[in-house]
């Protein structure tokens, strides 16, 4: 490979990064924004953005940490937005995410309800990372979530599990491996592909009727692996690999939900579809 095509993917990243760190932040929107921050029990949703955004973190994450990028870009925007904690296991304060995912889809199903009720919608959209893309995907088809959710977009999700780079696949050669990974950490063990969980969640199709369904994945996913497994099926499913949008995008599996604006302007799009604007690589500084 010749010098100058090794220095390519790291300049690149360093010039998305830049732009993404120096890029306004909605300051045009300001003046309509719902409030200064997310998670503001007094926003009313507006006749532009009339339902409600809420964002459910990734493994690992917390309500707060995930989101401090993503729930200012659409709160100058206009959104109502919010987030929650869910997945605590007793004593693991800040990293979330870790207990049986089917509870986690109750925790999701109670916030939902309450988001609702503070603002007055009859709807929310739903943006997840990781497995905070694949979660609602219970609450929707097994806790009655798709009366309730219009929009499920997914950052990265895990959607059909992860050999996380084949490493999964060893588990059965380490006696006794499996069995505590799934007593200490269950949120983990849910998302091994081939779990009795993901097996529950996809039998009889990928989605339900009546909610939209959008995939965002990046083809330098190093977590949720293979990448092309976060693809969804069916007539009211849209996949989306960052690159198609942005060739020179190298984001990984945690930036696409941290740092990624590429990613955020196609979640903005599909948000709001009849207002959509084409994803490139310059939409890091819209």
């Known amino acids: 490979m010749l010098p100058w095509r090794r220095l390519l993917r790291p300049l690149a ?5 830049a732009a993404a760190l120096v890029a306004p932040t909605g300051a045009a929107q300001a003046a309509s924004a719902p409030s200064s921050g997310w998670n503001n029990w007094s926003c009313k949703p507006s006749a532009a953005h009339p339902r409600p955004v809420v964002l459910v973190h990734g493994t690992f994450g917390n309500s707060v940490d995930n989101w401090l990028g993503l729930a200012p870009y659409l709160a100058h925007r206009g959104y109502c937005v919010y987030s929650l904690d869910y997945g605590q296991l007793p004593g693991v304060p800040f990293f979330h995410g870790l207990g049986p995912i089917d509870k986690s889809a109750g925790q999701l199903d109670v916030f939902v309800d309450k988001v609702l009720a503070s603002t007055g919608s009859a709807e929310t959209d739903i943006i997840g990372h990781s497995q905070g893309g694949m979660m609602p995907r219970y609450y929707l088809k097994f806790l009655g979530g798709a009366d309730k959710v219009n929009a ?7 959607n059909h599990g992860t050999t996380l780079l084949g490493l999964t696949k060893l588990l059965p050669f380490f006696p006794g491996a499996e069995d505590l990974i799934s007593s200490a950490t269950p949120g983990l063990a849910d998302q091994i592909a081939g779990s009795a ?6 039998e009889g199709g990928d989605t339900v009727p009546g909610v939209r369904y959008t995939v965002i994945s990046t083809m330098y996913d190093q977590v949720v692996t ?19 949008l942005c060739a020179v995008d190298f984001s990984e599996h945690v ?9 955020w302007h196609e979640a903005l799009n599909a948000l709001d579809p009849t207002h959509a604007e084409r ?7 819209d």
């Open 13 to 17: 990243v360093l010039v998305l990064t």
């Open 152 to 158: 499920l977009i997914g950052l990265a999700p895990d």
């Open 197 to 202: 969980f993901l097996t529950k969640l996809n």
């Open 226 to 244: 293979p990448y092309r497994s976060q693809f969804l099926d069916g007539s009211n499913v849209r996949n989306v690999v960052l690159q198609d």
């Open 255 to 263: 930036a696409i939900g941290l740092t990624d604006r590429i990613a």
């Open 279 to 285: 994803t490139t690589c310059a939409s890091v500084f």
